[in-house]
């Protein structure tokens, strides 16, 4: 049987408002299991998020620094440390159900951050960009200057009914310099860059996204149905 994605194109939102949809969006689908998957493509306001287990000593800039700068902060239910959303970010969030993608395997929430990962190293590689996994870290990297720098973030929560919600995030015009707030993800030895740094371009989330939504439904295996707002 044909699994059918919406994909959703939502703008600039605030990150609470993003959360709260999300889940209102896991529970619909968890209690009506005919309706087609979800992913939403958004950007957010300047904000950190800490993982529901993050460390707060990872956070570098204090309450004060962050009002002064207009960056929220939030306590989330996803997985992962400390990340940065802002303008220039392209922010995924897959609502699907992993028992229908993977089963009831104990490895699945494993299989669908790689299957995240290869989507992504995809899409970049479609814009020249030599993108990659590296071991023992989530997320997806490239080498500059000898140095290997975080692209793109990937943080998921799954539900008790196998529903998952947040997913990744891409830097593509992203202003890096929101990342000195934190040390991203709690690795402190790494960098972070953006595809238009590497590039040295100009792209916007509109370049990307034909690409980024073509390798998702390949990598998942989806038939897209028509963009919506």
């Not at 689908?29 to 998957?37: F, K, L």
């Not at 089963?103 to 990962?117: K, L, M, N």
């Not at 992504?120 to 590689?125: G, K």
């Amino acid at each position: 049987m044909t699994a059918y994605l919406q994909i959703e194109p939502l703008g600039l939102v605030d990150y609470l408002e993003a959360w709260e949809l999300q889940k209102e969006l896991a529970a619909l689908r968890e209690h009506n299991p005919q309706q087609a998957d979800r992913l939403l493509l958004l950007e957010h306001p300047h904000t950190y998020t800490l993982g529901r287990h993050g460390d707060e000593n990872n956070l570098v800039f204090d309450a004060a620094q962050r009002s002064e700068k207009g960056i929220a902060l939030y306590r989330v239910d996803r997985g992962g440390d400390v990340t940065y959303h802002g303008p220039g970010q392209l922010v995924g969030y897959p609502i699907l159900s992993l028992t229908d993608l993977y089963g009831r395997g104990v490895g699945r929430i494993r299989s669908y951050v790689s299957d995240i990962e290869t989507m992504l190293i995809d899409t970049l590689t479609a814009f020249d960009i030599p993108a990659r996994r590296f071991e023992g870290f989530r997320g997806v990297w490239v080498e500059e200057e000898g140095q290997l720098n975080k692209i793109a973030a990937i943080g998921v929560y799954v539900n008790r009914a196998g529903i998952a919600s947040h997913g990744f995030a891409l830097n593509i015009a992203t202003n890096l310099d929101y990342f000195a707030g934190i040390v991203p993800c709690g690795i402190d030895d790494h960098g972070v860059t953006s595809m238009n740094r590497y590039l040295g371009a100009a792209l916007s989330l509109d370049d990307v996204i034909p690409t980024l939504t073509r390798n998702f439904c390949r990598v998942f295996d989806y038939a897209p149905l028509p963009l919506t707002v």
